[in-house]
């Protein structure tokens, strides 16, 4: 079995310029091509309940759902980090529930780290989970758990003074004792300065090529999500038309009845059949 990942090898990977490879997977077979691609990362993102469970935002995610997922990529998991996301209002109530829903997903699931959204504002809920003992990864920029108080899912730190807010928060959740740092929609040219300034690894989801690493969403990267495709995506196969074309040949074949065929039945003994046909037709 190979050694699953630590945050001391993310931080000499930093120190090495050896990129990050961190992707979203929610379940077990996802988790499964996860690790066969040789993924260092996995995040059960709260983008399941818009991937996998058609909410509008990511909003209306609960502790239920993300312990369920974590726990299926856990069940999957070989090499990777794995981080489990905290859904909304899950940690800003008070620090207790915080530590609270983190000791859920690491006691219940076993994921090796906890993320939320939030640079200042949050440095209290990371210092009081990482005190308690869990790892956790910091998320600033575009937070869509607060898209709306940021006037949409919109680039962050673009003009003086939300750079300047973009790059405390960046400081903020080190300090407060972050593994890692998601970068999400900020300009290239400040996720670099926040990547050089930090000594732990910066996550970029467009946030151009000067991060640490890099995350995308399992189902942009496969071409699996069709609601919308934001700028910062790039899909690499198209899934909806190759896995539709499966099941439109399953279709066809089961409506001219070539599926299934011999070799996919069973065979019994003809006198059984004569006996049974005899008895009862
Ligand atoms: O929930 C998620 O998938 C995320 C990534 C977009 C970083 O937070």
Redesign the pocket.
Known sequence: MSKVLTIPDFMRMKQEKEPIVML?AYNHWQTNLAERAGADMI?V????GMVEHGLQD?LGVTMEMMIMHCKAVMRARKRAFVVG?LPFLSYEIDEREAIRNAGLLVKEAGVDAV?LEGGKSRKNAIRAIVNAGIAVVG?IGLT?QTATLLGGYKVQGKDDASAKRVFEDALAVQEAGACAV?L?CVPSPLAELITRKLDIPTIG?GAGSACDGQ?L?FHDILGLFEAFKPKFVKSYANGVEYLTSGLEEYVKEVRNKTFPGKEHSFAMDPEIVKKIEAEYF
């Open positions: 979203t995040l993102g709260d983008s399941v990511t996301d993320k998320h869509p998601v999400e989801i995350v969403v």
